[in-house]
C-alpha cells in the first residue's frame, strides 16, 4: 500500500521559515518525480515546486524562497519555507509522479498525500 505522509505545516508569522516534510513508503522512492502543490481558501489546487533526480521547478510566485529537496534514503521530499508571505497560506499537499510529463499537471501524479495546513499571518 502506498503512502505518503506530510507533515511540518503549522501556524507562522509573515517573514518566517517552515519545512514540511513527505515520507513516502509502499513504492521505490528513487523512481519517482516527487511535487508539493498547494490549495489555498477558495482557489484551485497548484503546483509549487517539482523535483526528479536532482532537477528542481518552481512556481514564479515561490522562486528564491522555496527550496524543494529529497532523500532518496529517507524516502523523503521536503519544501524548506522561507520568507513567507500571507498568500502562502494553504493546506499544501505532496504528489508522486512515475512517468511526468507536465509537472504542473495534476493527472500525471500517480499518488498523494493527505496534506497539512500553512498559515500565515500578516
Known amino acids: 500500500q502506498v503512502r505518503l505522509v506530510e507533515s511540518g505545516g503549522g501556524l507562522v508569522q509573515a517573514g518566517g521559515s517552515l519545512r514540511l516534510s513527505c515520507v513516502v513508503s509502499?513504492?521505490?522512492?528513487?523512481?519517482?518525480?516527487m511535487a508539493w502543490f498547494r490549495q489555498g481558501p477558495g482557489n484551485e489546487r497548484e503546483s509549487v515546486a517539482y523535483?526528479?533526480?536532482?532537477?528542481?521547478t518552481y512556481t514564479d510566485s515561490v522562486k528564491g524562497r522555496f527550496t524543494i529537496f529529497r532523500d532518496n534514503v529517507r524516502n523523503t521530499v521536503y519544501l524548506q519555507m522561507n520568507s513567507l508571505k500571507p498568500e502562502d497560506t494553504a493546506v499544501y499537499y505532496c504528489?508522486?509522479?512515475?512517468?511526468?510529463?507536465?509537472?504542473?499537471?495534476?493527472?500525471?501524479?500517480?499518488?498523494w498525500g493527505q496534506g497539512t495546513q500553512v498559515t500565515v499571518s500578516s
Open positions: 509502499g513504492l521505490t522512492f528513487r523512481l519517482y518525480t
Open positions: 523535483i526528479r533526480s536532482v532537477d528542481t
Open positions: 504528489a508522486a509522479g512515475i512517468r511526468v510529463r507536465d509537472w504542473r499537471r495534476r493527472d500525471d501524479y500517480d499518488h
